[in-house]
């Protein structure tokens, strides 16, 4: 295309340096946001993983846990896994009411 092309030298965050902008500007409106905290990362995390045998799949799950909860999922194809903390904490709660 006879153009220079520019790769800038972090490159590879690119898109996060772009959301980390977005979101100051979200805050700076007075947006609401669930940052936990800079001290959050002194908390004991823990990761393990299992794989899943509910389908022909048998996808490898990742699991966070910190603080007796879990924080995070990924790695399941069918979406089995991939509930947020929050909405299992809420069917948790439900079952137990």
Not at 34 to 60: K, M, P, V, Y
């Amino acid at each position: 295309m006879g153009r220079p092309v520019i790769v800038p030298e972090h490159y590879d965050v690119m898109g996060a340096l772009g959301a980390g902008i977005l979101a100051q500007k979200q805050m700076q409106k007075g947006g609401m946001t669930r940052f936990r905290g800079f001290h959050s990362i002194q908390e004991d995390f823990h990761a393990r993983t299992f794989e899943c045998n509910g389908c022909s799949n048998l996808c490898e799950v990742v699991e966070i846990s910190s603080g007796g909860s879990i924080k995070a999922r990924w790695g399941d194809r069918c979406g089995k896994w991939a509930m947020s903390a929050a909405q299992e904490h809420q069917v948790q709660a439900d079952s137990l009411a």
